[in-house]
């Protein structure tokens, strides 16, 4: 996200709304919202405006300040990436709780900050809500805010406040949300889809932990690189239907596929002391059915024994006898623990959503069906009427679709007329009655 505009960055202990104040505030469903704690562990981010005023919010995972254990470790540090650059803090609590020796440990280390901290108390009743209030004034915090995020209420008010010192001007009110292109990362649990969208950036984005399901949120970052814009998407690691149990996990599974069919071009993640396997399958089906191009990458291989030329080929064919729907997906090998492969990763991003945006010419199409020598029913003319994915309209002297195998045989030879490497190309068949012309 551009630091051309303010960052609120929205605090709190587990459990007691960050995820739906966020939501409230952006005015969409970006964070996965659910009853059970610790479902947001790596920082989301998403753009707002307020009376005139444009500003980025961030949503943190819980905080638990002196917790040792990893994961809460790792969410603390994604944290104090945020609070490092943030223009206002809202420090939320449970206005339904006690305060909690954690409540008062957060608010110690943010008043440290030295930066403006404004603690919203959630869940509160707006009937009881000056009673409420006065109690968490022992935090030592000076602004507090009743609010109920779920309903809105007093969402204004607390805006009202924390946005008073930012710019209203045209230069701010200009700044949109990054474009560019748009590449969600997706695959099993435990493939490496954090570690890669972290060497892609070149920070540590998301966190990263030998447990399978540590992301759950989908994370996202903005980047330009060699003169191009980039926004990846980590997803969360997608389960069979009957291994996904609680409702953190069906959430991110369905936030997951929306991500493909937001993205330009997918990165299917495989594993490759594993294998590929049968969920893999599935996974880059939901790619090839959102029409989305795709890139098929093989993680890990650094720790492949014998990883000459002929194993890199024996796995290759093994993926296609897999994916034969994704015969046009480009195959790389990397290590991005390592580092290695991301430059030629970069590349094939480029070359896959060059195919996919790409528009030929009536003329040119037309050349090509004089030269296509197409037997099983006349081709009059073919048009393309959309691209990523690129779609044709082949008008010919028959009604109902080409058989599948004449589909594929029209397919290729668009391929390798006019490239398109990576995406999938959509046909429709339109009868113009026999003789018409």
Known sequence: MSLAIPTVVVVGRPNVGKSTLFNRITGQRRAIVGDEPGITRDRIHGTAEHDGRRFEVIDTGGIVVHDQEYIPGQILRQAEVALRDASHIVFLVDGRAEITGADRDLAQMLMRLGKPVTLAVN??????????????????????????????????????????????????????????????????????????????????RAIVSPIAGTTRDAVDEAIHRDGVDYVFVDTAGIRRKGKTKDMAEKLSVVMARRHIRMAHVVLLILDATEGVVALDSTIAGYAHEGGRAVIIVVNKWDRVQGQGAQKKNEFERNIRDHFKFLDYAPVIFLSAQNGIGIPKLFRLIGEAYESASRRITT?????????????????FYITQHSIRPPAFAVFTDKGGALHFSHERYLVNQLRRQFGFKGTPIRLKTVSKGAGKK
């Open 123 to 204: 869940k509160a009743d707006p009937s009881v809500k000056r009673d409420l209030t006065a109690d968490f004034y022992e935090l030592g915090i000076g602004d507090v805010y009743p609010i109920s995020a779920e309903h809105g209420t007093g969402v204004d008010a607390l805006l009202d406040h924390v946005t008073a010192s930012f710019d209203r001007s045209a230069e701010a009110s200009a700044v949109e949300t990054p474009t560019g292109i748009k590449v969600a990362i997706i695959g099993r649990p435990n493939v490496g889809k954090s570690t890669l969208l972290n060497a892609l950036t070149g920070q540590e």
């Open 363 to 379: 003329g040119e199409l037309n050349r090509f069906v004089e030269e296509l020598g197409f037997e099983e029913r006349k081709i």
